[in-house]
């Protein structure tokens, strides 16, 4: 069965960068992208970009441009989004999503998300 | 940037019909989304391709779109069906995605 895994809660002080883990199993991890997608305390969805895992090729959002980078390990069917320079507002919980985009099926699977606390 | 426009809320009781709407200047070239999220849950996609369902849905979810606007309804509305429901699209370019700020159906 399909199934995405993150990494643990990680508590992070203002300033410093944080990585967190997608782990995917249960499909062919190259035929699907992956979407991060973040939900700060009692706020909505926000989208963060895209990672192509085939190539490895990225879309960001232009709000996150500079400060986060998404990569994959085929290796062990792994993406990772790290967030550098990070404030009080970037706590939040941070979700991975699949997605066949050229299919336009949606992101049908979620990671159970990764709580990032941000502070001093 | 690229926004979607989604009412804050809507409440409806049991068995009756809840619509909710969003809008959009490329959702008539760009396909909509939605998704139901439950408190401390992770979002569950409950329409693509504007109308699709994915299986496991129940039917009493449809989708549709009318030019800039589309629309998320939900017949026969039951308890369970209390959430958050976001629609999510990508701008005219088709690189860059982004989710309406959700609405809130209450079950009265």
């Known amino acids: 069965q399909v199934q995405l895994v993150q990494s643990g809660a990680e508590v992070k002080k203002p300033g410093a960068s944080v990585k967190v883990s997608c782990k995917a199993s249960g499909y062919t991890f190259t035929s699907y992208y992956m979407h991060w997608v973040r939900q700060a305390p009692g706020q909505g969805l926000e989208w963060m970009g895209i990672?192509?895992?085939?190539?490895?090729?990225?879309s960001y959002a232009q709000k996150f441009q500079g400060r986060v980078t998404m990569t994959r390990d085929t290796s062990t069917s792994t993406v990772y989004m790290e967030l550098s320079s990070l404030r009080s507002e970037d706590t939040a919980v941070y979700y991975c999503?699949?997605?066949?985009?050229?299919?336009?099926?949606?992101?049908?699977?979620w990671g159970q998300g990764t709580l990032v606390t941000v502070s001093s | 940037s690229y926004e979607l426009t989604q009412p804050p809320s809507v409440s409806v009781s049991p068995g009756q019909t809840a619509r909710i709407t969003c809008s959009g200047d490329?959702?008539?070239?760009?396909?909509a989304y939605w998704y139901q999220q439950k408190p401390g849950q992770a979002p569950v996609l409950v329409i693509y391709k504007d109308s699709e369902r994915p299986s496991g849905i129940p039917e009493r979810f449809s989708g549709s779109s009318s030019g800039t606007t589309v629309t998320l309804t939900i017949s026969g509305v039951q308890a369970e069906d209390e959430a958050d429901y976001y629609c999510?699209?990508?701008?005219?370019?088709?690189?860059?995605?982004?989710f309406g700020g959700g609405t809130k159906l209450t079950v009265l």
């Open positions: 990672i192509n895992p085939s190539g490895g090729s990225t």
């Open positions: 999503a699949r997605d066949l985009v050229p299919a336009a099926k949606g992101q049908d699977y």
């Open positions: 490329a959702l008539p070239k760009q396909y």
């Open positions: 999510q699209s990508a701008d005219s370019s088709g690189t860059s995605w982004v």
